[in-house]
């Protein structure tokens, strides 16, 4: 089943956002797990697959450091992440994997805004 778009009607993007790398950090573990336990699965090697989640892990930090109030504050909220983010995933340019993490953060959070907001 399809997660709905941060900007559909009624969807909070920090709800959203957290739900999302939460799910992605679990799949990356199970998918580590499995790995780990010998089992062939095409895409990235367990050590990829932790450092993922783990960029997953910041992610939902970063996020639930954010205050759930009003609209006007969350948007805020949201673009003074995106620095934070952007740091992150040029840290971790030598990690294509790690860095698509915190590019796939910055791109939800803008996808976020241009739908909500125009």
Known sequence: MERPAPGDAG????AYLLDRFRADATTLRERMAALE?????????????????????EVVD???GLPDGDPGGRRE???????????????HAGQPAVR???AGAITRIRDWDATAHG
Request: proline share 9%; with cysteine; hydrophobic share 50%.
């Open 11 to 14: 969807i909070d993007p920090r």
């Open 77 to 91: 909220a949201l673009h003074g992440l995106l620095p934070r983010l952007q740091e992150l995933a040029q840290r």
């Open 37 to 57: 336990a010998g089992a062939a699965r095409p895409g990235p090697d367990a050590a990829t697959s932790r450092a993922m989640a783990a960029a997953c892990d």
């Open 100 to 102: 698509a993490v915190y």
């Open 62 to 64: 970063l996020i639930t």
